[in-house]
Nanobody, 121 residues
Framework: QVQLVESGGGLVQAGGSLRLTCAAS????????MGWHRQAPGKERELVAG???????YYADSVKGRFTISRDNAKNTLYLQMNSLKPEDAALYYC???????????????WGQGTQVTVSS
């Protein structure tokens, strides 16, 4: 069975940094595009960053230049480095398999349980 487990969330000051980790099991990790999504109360879930099996990346305009997605196929692990955090970045962050090239509306599945990011101003 596919399992995705997010970790690394927490409370940080605006302007601070956090690195999220997604540990994957039950799949040939290197064969799949992967992505990070977030959902804040009252807002729709959105893809903030994605990486293809070939290493090409996508970022939502709101995080471009501040967040970096990466993957370590040898460790079956996906990362999201989050720098210069803003209060509007506060959300529950999820990783998921992406069923296509990473982009704004690409279908996704096998959601993890999420990790909470809180940013204080």
């Amino acid at each position: 069975q596919v399992q995705l487990v997010e970790s690394g969330g927490g409370l940080v000051q605006a302007g601070g940094s956090l690195r999220l980790t997604c540990a994957a099991s039950g799949l040939t990790f290197s064969s799949y595009a992967m992505g990070w999504h977030r959902q804040a109360p009252g807002k729709e879930r959105e893809l903030v960053a994605g990486v293809s099996s070939g290493g090409s990346t996508y970022y939502a305009d709101s995080v471009k230049g501040r967040f970096t997605i990466s993957r370590d196929n040898a460790k079956n692990t996906l990362y999201l480095q989050m720098n210069s955090l803003k209060p509007e970045d506060a959300a529950l962050y999820y990783c998921a398999i992406l069923y296509g090239d990473p982009g704004r509306d690409v279908p996704a599945g096998y959601w993890g349980q999420g990790t909470q990011v809180t940013v204080s101003s």
